[in-house]
């Protein structure tokens, strides 16, 4: 069985030559008969409004007169040639010949007669018998344009369409061209803001790396250091004064209350501090935190007076502490330690370095921003045109295989377009 050859063009421009090699001995004709009829009709309509003109100009010589008698009825062809002038004027020949050019324009032809068919049936008898030879005149160049519009119809709906599936591929491979040169055009400015973008991310990778180095070395290491170990220390010192969180709460309750204890505002600022920043506490204290021991004394005497109605578990748990603190200098050690992260912190957070270094983050921080917003600026851009570019893809591959198809249904014959 023999395989029926397919005819292959790697160009749009290829086959549009070769289908106009094809088809120019058929297409051509009817296209040349085409434009005559087209051409034929236009002086037809012209010729048409010429006389319409005139029906215009009579009528309004006649109104000038004022003459009565016939007045009225000049009136009448006024508004009516003026109406059949309007018409005319939307009638525009098209430059382009093709099928569907040429249908769309005998169908407007179509309705302009319809509606002036109807005006005329019911106008002119009005206007009788005045205007007789105008009238005639132009009835006579009506008339003949219908003719020809007739002509001009049965030679699109009998003979142009046998022609309108090769016409129409000739017509989608010029289209195909335009699409082609479009995405050319996408893919270079696709091509232009990738070229834009990828330096930006060079810097950014650049700044981020920048940054990195400053955050993990020099003083803000040291610093995150720091506060890491003070954090330790704060969750250790939380856990040393943990059963004092209930009675140190109700002291304060009690001061503020006018509940007597004997607890000044400087002590009731410490227990506060106690209960929210434990480490700053210890360490801002004089070394053997005396205001604590102070604080944990007059504990102890509501405690034993029964003041704050501790639950007796917590009122031992609380006891057992204060007499850690009080006598056996539990905390000592952990204050020495917290006064020298202390220290260091505030050496460190006070060192010229460490405010050079948060100049130079800041600044590479503002500028990463800013290349930041500029990428995704460019990243939509490139979106936007990728897809374009994508979207025109697909167009051109779907016109192509509509294109196979209409060469087929018209030549009988095989192509395909790569």
Known sequence: MLTEAVAQFTSSDDAKRWLENQTNATLAPVQTQAKKLRDDMNLALQLVTEVS????????????RQNMKVYNRARALNKLSRIFLDRLKKLSPPEQISYDTMTRYTQEIQRVFHVTDIDLKNWFPRISPFFIMDRRKFLAVYEKAKQIHNTLNDYIRKEYVKTKT???????????QGIEKQLLSLQDDRDKIRDERVPLEQEISELEQKIAKLRNSGPIDKLNT????????????????????????KMQSLATSGGGGGITPDELVKINQYL????????????????????????EGMMTKDTLRLKPDKARKAEQSINEFLHKG??????????EMAS???????????EETNRNLAQYQEQLNQLRTRKTSVEIHETVKTNSYQETVDKVSGLKRV????????????????
Do not use: W
């Open 330 to 339: 539990l905390l000592d050690n952990l204050q020495v330690r917290c006064k």
């Open 276 to 299: 929210d920043a434990p480490f700053d506490a210890l360490a801002q204290e004089q070394q053997g935190y005396p205001m604590l021991k102070e604080i944990l004394e007059k504990l």
């Open 403 to 418: 294109i196979e198809k209409n060469v087929y249904a018209a030549l009988d014959k095989k192509v395909q377009i790569i």
């Open 344 to 354: 260091t912190r505030d050496h460190v957070q006070m060192s010229p370095d460490l």
């Open 226 to 249: 720091v506060n890491i170990e003070i954090e330790n220390l704060s969750n250790e010192l939380r856990n040393d004064l943990r059963h004092l969180q209930k009675p140190f709460i």
């Open 53 to 64: 003109k005139q029906l215009f100009d009579i009528s309004n010589k006649e109104i000038e």
């Open 166 to 176: 090769l016409e129409e591929a000739i017509l989608q491979l010029n289209e195909l």
